[in-house]
């Protein structure tokens, strides 16, 4: 497949994003091609000639906290004019390691907030962030405090729309309620691990998305390259991430699982990786399929691969082969 990814308003907002869009996480990575500055130039500048609009990173991506925005500021610097189309995503509340001073588990807290935004601001070298997402809830601010400090640099004209990282459904639907109490900025997005092989999301997160239109990124897309088709039988190929990684996974696969999903490709001349992209993308709420890549190449292969469309006979078939998970009656 050759073709671009198309372009989907993000939940009810009149944010376009591209259907698939491109993790940063890489970005300054060690033992990757993109650690480099020119290899991260290269991976930027192949996603926006592939159609990619939506870039994600975080401050604490990186080797160190921090470096993946500062390398990917410098790439959009390079791109001249073409840099007006991205949107540029970043993300606060992880632990940055001192990077943004102490912060004593509230990285929720305005104060926090205002020092997080300022330091993205600067790295990127940008007067704004297009999305900015709450990475995952500390457990200590009120959430009232962090949609009202949010709420502000929206107004201060620092963020234009905001999101949701790792946050269960029952936090969505609070926050939505609390911002439609207190006529606070709302979440438009979701970014949460979604993919045919984890499908938890769809017991809460997705019904929270769909009720009070939120748009969903999910990260994680194959799995840690289960989905690729590039493990078989329980073994991986020499040098591969996983294998020194998460050997753990390797052991814990269904492995009949996998066959099945590579032989149900196949039978339809798609590879893995365009049927694990293009089902998240049929879901619902889902706008935009997160994806990292340390190569050109990959690059161009992630973008195109949401172009096929499965029909209900294909979805049933991968439900089959991946069952959704059981919701549980309260009542």
């Not at 500048?45 to 994600?56: C, E, K, P, R």
């Not at 004209?157 to 949701?164: A, D, N, P």
């Amino acid at each position: 497949m050759t073709s671009t990814p198309e372009y989907r308003s993000l939940g009810n907002s009149g944010l376009m994003v591209s259907t698939v869009g491109l993790g940063c996480n890489n970005f300054g990575r060690a033992g990757t091609p993109t650690e480099t500055q020119e290899g991260t130039d290269s991976v930027v500048s192949a996603a926006v000639d592939a159609g990619i609009t939506l870039f994600d990173v975080a401050d604490v991506y990186g080797k160190e906290p921090g470096t993946s925005e500062r390398m990917f500021g410098q790439a959009l610097r390079g791109l001249g004019k073409a840099a007006d189309d991205v949107v540029v995503v970043s993300k606060f509340g992880m632990d940055m390691k001192g990077t943004n001073g102490a912060d004593h588990g509230a990285r929720g807290s305005r104060r926090y907030i205002n020092r997080a935004l300022d330091a993205s601001l600067e790295r990127l070298g940008r007067d704004h962030i297009d999305l900015y997402f709450y990475h995952t809830p500390d457990g200590v601010t009120p959430p009232e405090e962090t949609l009202a400090a949010l709420d502000d640099v929206v107004r201060a004209g620092k963020v234009r729309y905001i999101g949701t990282s790792n946050h269960a459904g029952w936090q969505i639907a609070d926050a939505d309620h609390l911002a439609s109490e207190t006529g606070a900025t709302r979440y438009v997005a979701a970014e949460n691990h979604y993919n045919l092989l984890d499908r938890r999301a769809e017991l809460e997160v997705l019904p929270a998305a769909q009720r009070f239109g939120i748009g969903v990124l999910p990260y994680f897309p194959l799995a840690n390259g289960l989905l690729t088709g590039k493990y078989r039988h329980g073994t991986a190929p020499d040098g591969s991430r996983l294998s020194h990684s998460k050997p753990g996974l390797l052991e814990s696969t269904d492995w009949d699982q996998i066959e099945r999903f590579v032989a149900f490709a196949a039978e339809r001349d798609l590879s893995p990786l365009d049927v694990a992209f293009s089902w998240l993308a049929s879901r619902p709420q889902v706008a935009s399929v997160i994806a990292g890549a340390t190569s050109p190449e990959q690059v161009r292969t992630n973008a195109a691969a949401t172009s096929w469309v499965p029909g209900d006979d294909d979805l049933a078939a991968l439900d089959e082969i991946f069952p959704a998970p059981e919701k549980i009656a309260l009542f």
